[in-house]
């Protein structure tokens, strides 16, 4: 399967920070700019973000599209209302195909590694769901490198028909964290990367300056969850940095968003990135990002950069300056 090499999602925006209007203004600009793959998940909004997904695609032709989303965060009180176990995972697969108004996904993802179930249990109800036609393809979602060549491995064991083959991690200029152990096993094994978070929260696009409120009309300030995941993110030496990237950007004739998105293209074993939008302007800037940067420009990111980079492989599955809490990152 072929994705576009951006992919729009609706993380912290449709169904809670963005007024429907905008959200579908948003999807039909990505539309236009040529993206035909769409990421969610079932714990977006409580599931709202499926249904306007859905309600923005419907009319579209289902051939031309990619739809993506994910199970395993909490979307209810009841101990099965989250994890892989099989339960959780054919049920919210119904209920997220009756919200996305599809018979089938394009790409099924977990969204976090469930410790609690035993890991053949979930690659067998997957396997079923492909068998069965609800789903094309598998993926994880911010697994570590053990936990991804175990699935691999114990699908191949188990004779599954169905195998990883994309991984969504959180990764951009300043969170190399899947750099040290997870991308040299997907590259080894064919599994591609769909990155999220390629602005970082929005703080690589420099609109964030130092010593100063946050903009009025930026997600640090709205409603919802948003400003609490960007707040963990700013911080004056970090934006300090960030501001010595613009000349970078300008010498390559693109926005700070544009270059960092395109920075998680340059890498290898990345296949698309995932964007978030709370405009449609901001779609159609970010589309402008899909470029390959050259390795002089990449050089001079990284000396700006410097000792701001984490590379820890130890944080895989955690979130860019937030303690780990399984149920709470949802990206």
């Known amino acids: 399967m072929f994705v576009s090499e951006i992919i729009y999602g609706n993380w912290l925006t449709h169904g ?21 793959t769409f990421d969610t998940a079932d714990v977006y909004a409580q599931g709202a973000a499926e249904e306007v997904l859905g309600r923005a695609l419907k009319g ?27 339960k959780h995972i054919i049920e919210s697969c ?34 079923d769901l492909v068998r069965a ?6 993926g994880v979602s911010e697994w570590r490198a053990e936990q991804i060549a175990e699935a691999l491995r114990l699908a191949d064991d188990l004779g599954l028909r169905s195998r990883i083959v994309s991984n969504q991690p959180q990764y951009n200029m300043l969170w190399r964290v899947i750099e040290p152990e997870v991308l040299p096993l997907c590259r080894r094994e064919g599994v591609g990367q769909i990155v999220f978070q390629p602005l970082a929260q929005g703080v690589l696009t420099g609109k964030y300056l130092p010593g100063r409120p946050v903009p009025a009309d930026s997600r640090a300030a709205g409603s919802g969850r948003a400003p609490h995941f960007v ?47 709370t405009r449609a302007e901001q779609v159609r800037e970010n589309a402008g990002g899909a470029r390959t940067l050259d390795a002089e420009t990449l050089q001079r990111i990284d000396a700006v950069l410097g000792d701001l980079v984490d590379r820890d492989p130890g944080k895989t599955g955690q979130m860019m300056n937030v303690k780990p809490e399984w149920q709470g990152a949802a990206g």
């Open 60 to 86: 579209v032709r289902r051939e031309s599209l990619e739809i993506a989303t994910k199970v395993c965060l909490p979307t209810g009180p009841g101990r099965n209302d989250r994890g892989l176990s099989r």
């Open 16 to 36: 809670e920070g963005v007024e429907r209007d905008a959200a579908l203004a948003c999807v039909h600009a990505a539309l236009d700019v040529g993206v035909t």
């Open 231 to 277: 707040a963990r993110v700013l911080g004056d030496a970090l934006l300090h940095r960030v501001q010595e990237l613009k000349p970078i950007a300008e010498d390559a004739g693109l926005s700070m968003a544009q270059l960092a998105i395109a920075w998680t293209l340059s890498q290898p074993g990345v296949t698309a990135a995932i964007i978030g939008a």
């Open 94 to 127: 119904h209920a997220s195909l009756r919200r996305l108004g599809t018979d089938y996904v394009d790409l099924y993802q977990a969204h976090r590694f469930d410790d609690q179930t035993p890991l053949a249990e979930t690659l067998i109800a997957f396997d």
């Open 133 to 138: 036609g609800k789903a094309h393809y598998l």
